[in-house]
């Protein structure tokens, strides 16, 4: 019960923030009504669309609603510390294991993560009670799956055997507000205050293969975890940009966690800018290209009944800096049969990552989505 009435506490601030901005804002509108959007075709708009990984950028005309599904993947493998490659060697009977002591525990590592592929389904909504405040809410299902090398307890070069764990379920649910900053010409700032509602389970088991080479069910590091477990507060500032057949924009985004989760930690905050541009081909086809970069700190506390031989069980190998590159494509026809109906799919490799302590590094993350405003 108390959980429930801090999310709807936490959902009645977002939504309380949004009504008196908008109040705020429809005096200063009314005059200018036709100025603003003559066309009333909301961010079905002029100039190319933004990349489909972007989110929170735009707002609605009043009355619109927007219904969006995404899908990601997002494939890593090998392992890294700080700028520096390490392979299964580097890792296995080399690196501290922060549990040694307790019983059964090495002194250093046995078990190496090799590969991680994440598949996430985004489904969102967005409303606008008046032209200068959209809300947006979405929620999230996971599928995640982890390969591992067992190291012998005695001998940390004999590899034991390999097994794979898995989770998946419905991830945290995403809540947050959107309001016009300024708009002028071809210029538009959004700032954005969001929420994130711990929906996701953060107590997934599966069956690992141990140093001693047998298999048992335990609870599955952090990184396996649906959800945070913590109330987080998203905030969030965008400026986006046309002229002609450009467009362009820059965003920030924040991911605060607040307090600790009903398993004594709290996951690392985020903060991540990005910028992109974009040009129209002509026939509602458009491409963009984007550099993203993002700073995460690593895990605060620990959860007790996470204990383990590897990486991912010590909550300071979490976080890191990373930049990324992306290209993407969008197809939105805008008149006839389909207006309203947008495509668009985006592929991010990065090309810088310093990452806290030894951790799987990221391949690429691949995005394809659909959304329709009406
Ligand atoms: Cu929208």
Redesign the pocket.
């Known amino acids: 019960m108390k959980t429930l009435s801090f999310a709807g506490l936490l959902a009645g601030m977002v939504l309380c923030v949004g009504a008196s901005i908008s109040q705020a804002q429809e005096l200063k509108v009314t005059g200018d009504e036709h100025g603003m959007h003559a066309n009333h075709q909301g961010?079905i708009h002029e100039g190319p669309a933004s990349p489909v990984s972007v989110m929170g950028d735009?707002l609605?005309d009043e009355g619109e609603w927007?219904l969006s599904y995404r899908f990601m993947r997002m494939e890593m493998e090998g392992n890294r510390n700080g700028t520096s490659d390490l392979g299964p060697q580097d890792i296995s009977g080399v690196v501290a294991n922060r549990f040694s002591g307790m019983a059964g525990q090495p002194a250093t590592l046995r078990i190496v993560p090799t590969e991680m592929t994440m598949d996430m389904h985004m489904i969102g909504a967005?409303y606008a009670p008046t032209d200068w405040v959209t809300l947006m809410v979405m929620g999230n299902y996971l599928d995640m799956e982890m390969d591992h090398i067992t190291f012998a307890g005695g001998n940390p070069a004999l590899e034991i055997g390999r097994f794979t764990t898995e989770s998946n379920g419905i991830g945290d649910t995403k809540l947050a507000t959107l309001f016009g900053l300024y708009e002028a010409g071809n210029h538009q700032v959004v700032g954005k205050i969001g929420g994130s509602l711990p929906t996701g389970s953060i107590d997934e088991t599966g069956t690992i293969l141990n140093p001693m080479g047998a298999n048992v069910r335990i609870r599955l590091p952090y990184a396996m975890q649906l959800g945070t477990g913590t109330y987080d507060i998203e905030p969030g500032l965008t400026y986006t940009g046309h002229q002609g057949d450009w467009g362009w924009g820059a965003q920030y985004n924040g991911r605060i966690h607040l307090g600790e989760n009903g398993e004594d930690y709290t996951r690392g905050d985020k903060h991540a800018v990005n910028a992109w541009l974009a040009y129209l081909w002509g026939g509602g086809f458009s491409s963009s290209a984007r550099v993203a970069a993002e700073t995460e700190d690593s895990i605060d506390g620990i959860d007790p009944q996470i204990i383990g031989p590897v990486q991912t069980a010590d909550p300071d190998n979490y976080g890191g800096e990373r930049v990324e590159i992306g290209l993407g494509i969008n197809f939105s026809p805008g008149d006839g049969a389909l207006r309203g109906h947008e495509f668009g799919a985006e592929i991010l490799v990065p090309v810088y990552q310093d990452l806290n302590g030894p951790q799987l590094e990221r391949d690429y993350s691949f995005t394809m989505g659909y959304?329709f405003?009406f």
């Open positions: 961010h735009h609605h927007m967005m959304r405003a």
